[in-house]
């Protein structure tokens, strides 16, 4: 029998023995679905009776699934019926009833996932989509004895489950990752080194998750993604529950009440020795003010010192009374920030980031607020290239409260005293 050649790019090798865990993550045009593709045709030649199931986190259809990419490398390879490989419609046979399945995760429930039991192999593909739910189905199913489960993906966020299996701070002793990009494919096709051109030049933001296979958050220019990043590997996000002796504060950016005006955010974090614990948040657009007051009390934070921004005590158009004034009858102790002057953007940014070692966040009820910490970034003039401070958009509002919360924080150390320094305080049903 002659040889099978199966070409393997050098940044695969480490993938081609045993292990629980395989992963690769990278850039688009790497090569990883076709060395995946490659791996499990080759050992369905070797191992008789082998049995893998492709997954996706959804499947519509079987268009969505490495079928035709299976399909192809067979026929590169010349392996056919005699052989022992045969495709039908849904699945494909291999020699000595081996078989290949592909199959979409969100349809299977907790009972019908045990059909996979017995599996050798699982290779999901586009892992970055696969829900916790389904890895936590998928890990306990595929468990035969030699049994291996294969990850290929591109990046989307730390936080995703993939991610944080095989990417984390303690990935399973048994996994072997390796990053790929298209640098690393020597048959990277023509086609696609122009499409990787243009976005280069026409979406230098996204580039380098397209391409590079770097988080889809860490924009260029973002203030806050990498801290992100390094909280969630450092396990900084996650159960943080209130400390029920200590204060609880109540960091605010106020919107308006039109459904065109900005929205209002307010995070709620205590400071716990040098740890800030941030324990939630709140965004609204276009309601009335005391809706915001409404969710702080069925949240259980009527007690919360409600810290405001310098235009707290402003009248607004909107409201009748100022924001500090309706939280103060409605029963709050507020403090104001005061105006930083020039720069203040900047310097809420620089305290953001200098705060952010201490930073905990609870993860369940602060996803809206981290999301908009990830985007929220510099704005580039499109011709000169230079940066003209945070661009104003739905990030704004959470990076203004959160800045505030951090400008409080420094100031806190300082200013003890009754209205002089950055602070200005009032007592409960002060007016
Ligand atoms: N082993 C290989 N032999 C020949 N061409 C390959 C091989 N691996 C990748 N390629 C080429 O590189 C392209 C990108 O590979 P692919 O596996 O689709 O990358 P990814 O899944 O990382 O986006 C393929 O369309 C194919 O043209
Ligand atoms: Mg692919």
């Given at each position: 029998m002659s040889k099978l050649r199966i070409p393997t790019a050098e940044?695969?090798?480490?993938?081609?023995q045993p292990s629980r865990y395989k992963g690769v993550w990278g850039?688009?045009?790497?090569?990883k679905s076709h060395f995946f593709a490659g791996l499990l045709v080759e050992e369905h030649l070797r191992f008789a009776g082998h049995r893998s199931v492709c997954i996706r986190?959804?499947?519509?259809?079987?268009?969505?699934?490495?079928k035709k990419l299976i399909e192809d490398t067979l026929q590169k390879y010349k392996l056919g019926e005699a052989q022992g490989f045969k495709v039908w419609r849904e699945v494909i046979e291999t020699p000595n009833d081996g078989l290949i399945i592909f199959q979409g995760m969100?349809?299977?429930?907790s009972d019908s996932i045990?059909?996979?039991?017995?599996?050798d192999r699982a290779w999901v593909e586009?892992?970055?989509?696969?829900s916790d739910r389904s890895l936590s189905l998928l890990r306990p199913t595929i468990?035969?004895?030699?049994s291996e489960l294969w990850f290929s993906w591109n990046p989307s966020?730390?936080?995703?489950p993939v991610d944080m299996l095989?990417?984390?701070?303690?990935?399973?002793?048994?996994a072997i990752v390796v990053r790929a990009n298209?640098?690393?494919?020597?048959?990277?096709?023509k086609v696609l080194e122009q499409e990787r051109l243009d976005c280069k030049e026409n979406q230098p933001d996204r580039y380098g998750h397209i391409?590079?296979?770097?988080?889809?958050?860490?924009?260029?220019?973002?203030?806050?993604a990498k801290h992100l990043t390094q909280a969630q590997h450092e396990r900084r996000i996650g159960h943080v529950a209130a400390d029920p002796l200590m204060k609880t504060y109540a960091f605010w950016d106020i919107g308006g009440s039109s459904s065109r005006s900005d929205a209002t955010a307010i995070w709620i974090a205590q400071f716990v020795g040098s740890e800030v614990r941030v324990l939630d948040y709140y965004e609204a657009v276009g309601q009335p003010f005391d809706a915001h007051v409404n969710w702080l009390r069925s949240n259980g934070y009527e007690d919360t010192i409600c810290v405001l921004p310098h235009d707290g005590r402003k009248h607004d158009m909107?409201?009748?009374?100022?924001p500090q004034s309706f939280l103060q009858e409605a029963g709050f102790v507020t403090e104001i920030v005061r105006n930083q002057g020039a720069g203040a953007a900047m310097q809420r940014i620089d305290a953001v980031r200098r705060l952010f070692p201490q930073i905990r966040f609870n993860e369940e009820t602060t996803a809206g607020g981290r999301e908009s910490l990830g985007w929220y970034h510099e704005k580039k003039?499109?011709?000169?290239?230079?940066g003209l401070g945070p661009?104003?958009?739905?990030?704004s509002h959470a990076a203004d409260a959160f800045g505030l919360m951090a400008i409080y924080n420094n100031a806190r150390k300082v200013d003890d005293g009754?209205?002089?320094?950055p602070i200005v305080r009032g007592l409960k049903g002060f007016a």
């Open positions: 940044a695969f090798a480490p993938l081609l850039g688009r045009g790497s090569g986190e959804v499947q519509k259809s079987l268009k969505q699934s490495a969100q349809d299977h429930t045990k059909s996979l039991e017995g599996f586009e892992a970055q989509s696969l468990r035969s004895d030699g966020r730390a936080n995703d095989l990417r984390g701070p303690v990935p399973p002793s048994d298209w640098s690393d494919n020597p048959w990277f096709p391409w590079e296979g770097e988080y889809a958050t860490v924009l260029e220019g973002a203030y806050f909107v409201y009748a009374v100022t003039d499109p011709v000169r290239g230079i661009e104003h958009d739905f990030s009754w209205n002089d320094g």
